[in-house]
């Protein structure tokens, strides 16, 4: 079984042998040049600082419909960058996990258009999100319940299918994966739609990139939570909206089972995530008042370059491995959905063209 895995010069970091782990293993293997040459070609990457949600064609919802139209019949993968409101610290704005999303689907538009089957993003449809137990009652952030988050979700993809989009990818930064999933799953069962659905947390995708090693790139501790990491994707996406000189940093206690929890990327492959419970920690207003869980004095943007690249070349390899099984305005229909067939033609044609029905012309289905 040696064969599966591709080694490093450091121990705790192996990739899959296959075509993921070694584009991944090739971006761990870069020179920083190459890195740095590398994302400003692909994805104009630090050269691209102004976000383009104002910058007309760029979203859906700032483009023409007949563009929009257009890149779908090419393309009709959509990106949904997730986003909330949290305190990550007051060197840091609320809108961090939003902006970190936006400014990656950003850049991979920009490789996708180059490329010439550009993808299209959607704005936000979160801009304040779930939240875990611990991150109650912090000044600057905004807690949306379960119910809320599930269900905004659910009704973005049934509109956006609506539009003629059979392929989400939902990036996500923040700690609501656990909701995010749940929608997903109960968009298939309440509309059993033919359709390929991704929650990616994006920063786990690319675990390996986190981890502390002995390079000058390196960061020097594990990510976890508006520390060195955070703070140093912030300095490369958006720098005009952090403030390095009010940063302080502050490390948490653990009450009990030190050890037991993983951080944010699961890094030290423990044996629960840090999601998996409360109680082993105060909540976050005693225990880490600053918002902040680690270093983010450290947090430079040059220890961003390789995790970044590495984010975006995968997205764009998701969306070509998407496209080349399943081209635009396909879908995986046989041994997918309970749908009878002419049913489930209606709602794949293209919309508005003869004998299309929109998801609200569907049958309730089963118990839902």
């Not at 949600?53 to 779908?72: H, M």
């Not at 070349?313 to 041994?335: E, Q, S």
Request: glycine residues 6%; negative net charge.
């Amino acid at each position: 079984m040696a064969d599966k895995w591709l080694t490093t010069d450091y121990p705790q970091i192996v990739f899959e042998d296959s075509e993921i782990g070694r584009l991944k293993k090739e971006v761990f293997d870069m020179s920083f040049e190459e890195v740095e040459k590398a994302l400003e070609e692909e994805f104009q990457i630090p050269s691209m600082h102004a976000s383009e949600i104002g910058k007309a064609g760029t979203y859906i919802q700032n483009t023409p419909r007949y563009k929009v139209i257009e890149k779908r019949r090419k393309n009709d993968v959509v990106l949904i960058p997730i986003g909330c409101t949290e305190n990550h610290g007051i060197h840091n704005p609320s809108g961090l996990d939003t902006f970190m999303c936006t400014e990656i689907c950003e850049a991979v538009r920009r490789r996708t258009a180059a490329l010439g089957y550009e993808v299209s993003v959607a704005l936000p449809p979160l801009n304040y999100g779930g939240h875990p137990y611990h991150h109650i009652g912090m000044p600057g952030t905004v807690i949306m319940s379960e119910e809320v988050v599930r269900e905004t979700i659910i009704y973005t993809l049934a509109g956006l299918w609506d539009d003629g989009f059979r392929k989400f990818i939902l990036v996500n930064n923040h700690g609501h994966k656990w909701m995010l999933e749940a929608a997903v799953q109960e968009f298939y069962k309440r509309f059993n739609l033919p359709a390929i659905v991704s929650e990616l947390e994006w920063h786990r995708a690319i675990r390996e990139f986190w981890i502390p090693i002995d390079r000058e790139d390196s960061l020097t501790t594990h990510f976890i939570h508006a520390d060195e990491a955070e703070t140093a994707v912030a300095n490369l996406l958006f720098p005009e909206m952090v403030d390095m000189s009010v940063c302080v940093d502050a490390q948490p206690v653990p009450l009990t089972l030190k050890g037991h929890y993983d951080t944010s990327v699961d890094s030290y492959s423990r044996p629960h995530t840090w999601s998996e419970g409360e109680g082993q920690s105060k909540i976050e207003r005693f225990g880490t008042p600053d918002g902040i869980v680690g270093y983010p004095s450290r947090g430079d943007a040059y220890k961003a370059k390789r995790p970044i690249l590495a984010i975006c070349r995968y997205i764009v390899k998701m969306i070509d491995d998407i496209l080349a099984d399943f081209p635009a305005g396909t879908a995986p229909v046989d041994g997918f959905t309970f749908r009878d067939r002419e049913e489930i033609e209606a709602v794949m044609k293209e919309p508005l063209s003869e004998g299309w029905k929109s998801v609200h012309e569907l049958q309730r289905f089963g118990i839902f």
